[in-house]
């Protein structure tokens, strides 16, 4: 059986990944905003069609959107709500894979019970 200390250093490595993978995260946003203050962050989109008026200012879109947001806020909302969903279906995958991994090391079979209860006969049974 392990002894406590080799049992909690996996946890300590892992809130140490954790607060750098933050600070990373916190720096990241907070870089371009000390040091581009006054700056225009605007979209790929926009600046794709200034680039496009400048290079050739007779062309036309190929198509046209098919739904138009009212305003600049309903935008940013499907954009965040966009990218919240993307967010939570990529942690659902590294949470399902990281169960998957966990079962196997412990030499669990799919389907088999994690738990210590007592068993319970199915149906099928």
Not at 6 to 35: D, E, M
Not at 85 to 104: E, Q, W
Request: hydrophobic letters at 45%; glycine letters at 12%.
């Amino acid at each position: 059986m392990e002894d406590r200390a080799s049992a909690s250093r996996p946890r300590r490595s892992n809130t140490l990944v954790t607060v750098l993978l933050i600070a990373l995260v916190v720096g990241l946003i907070a870089f371009p905003l000390a040091f581009k203050s006054g700056a225009e962050f605007g979209g790929a989109d926009n600046a794709a069609t200034r680039t496009i008026v400048e290079i050739d200012p007779g062309a036309t879109p190929w198509f046209q959107p098919i739904w138009t947001p009212p305003g600049p806020e309903v935008e940013s909302l499907l954009f965040a709500l966009q990218a919240a969903l993307g967010a939570g279906f990529i942690g659902y995958f590294f949470g399902l894979k990281r169960g998957a991994r966990r079962a196997a090391d412990s030499g669990l079979e799919k389907g088999q019970r994690t738990t210590g209860g007592p068993e319970v006969p199915h149906l099928n049974d």
